[in-house]
């Protein structure tokens, strides 16, 4: 099929102001196979979605191609710097990524010096994802990204060590349970920590159309918030079920035989669960947030009233994932 004159290369696929909608939306560009493409598969990509976007349309072009094109785009190019992004940090990255670190925390729970390591790797593996996924019209300094990585690696390591002392004598169960909440904690931690640059001097929030419209901080807190949300809610499955279901696998013989693929096997379960968690934890807020205009701070609110009156009720903001 040849792409009809007029083409908007950015009108979403699927309706975003559905859950169903964003899910088809991210399992697209969530897709870990992705992941495996080289940097100039990427941006042969680029250069179609940019030559769509200035209306000059490569000859020969389908709609599959475009649509397959602005996969690849949103997949590995950040929606507001346009910049390629560093792999491990991409959304399509999660699956792999997330499976291997989240199965070793959930297999080494027993020992300090192993929370203590698997922590540190998760933190670190989320500090670049957090970075990576900010809005990038709000930068942060080298210092700001040391004291954020440092700040939620002490809080995971302190929880996780802590409630592992703790849990000595409680039963088996309750202490598989801690990296998912030492992980819980670091995230309330390390998301604001990382955007504290949007939190501080807000956000860049725009109308219908896209036009600037000012910053706002309560936009950023929002935005912030849901983010927050979204990867507790991403991480909460394998790491609640999974140490049930392998609480129960390890009394039957046959597993205590084969100790040694305890690991392997948690890792590929994660792998199972993220499939599925990361597109449906990302869909659960829209990325184009929107905010109404009577929730703003009073001076962005009054500044808008008084350039636009009641035409503009809402202002919008991407924010990250």
Known sequence: ??????????????DQSTFMGRLKHFFNITDCRTALLSASRLDEAKAIVDSCRAGSIPPGTTVEQMHYAKKLYDSAFH????DRMNLI??????????????GFMLQFYRTVPAVVFWQWVNQSFNALVNYTNRNAASPITTKQIGVAYVTATSTALATAVGLNLYTKKAPPLVARWVPFVAVAAANCVNIP?????????????????????GHSTKAA?????????????????????LPIIMQR?????????????????????VGVFLIFM???ACSLFPQRCSMAVSKLEPDLRESINSQYGDRISHVYFNKGL
Do not use: C, Y
């Open 79 to 82: 929606p507001d710097s346009g």
């Open 1 to 14: 099929m040849a792409v009809l004159d007029g083409f908007d290369i950015d009108a979403p696929r699927w």
């Open 193 to 213: 920590m990382m955007r504290q640059q949007e939190v501080l001097n807000g956000i860049a929030v725009t109308d219908e159309n896209g036009n600037k419209l």
């Open 89 to 102: 940090g991409r959304m399509s990255f999660q699956v792999p990524g997330g499976m291997a670190i989240t």
């Open 278 to 280: 990361v597109p449906a």
């Open 221 to 241: 807190v929002k935005g912030i918030t849901q983010v927050v949300i979204s990867r507790v809610t991403m991480a909460a499955p394998g790491m609640i079920i």
């Open 249 to 269: 696998l390890e009394k039957h013989r046959f597993m205590q035989k084969i100790t040694f693929l305890h690991a392997p096997l948690q890792v590929m379960m």
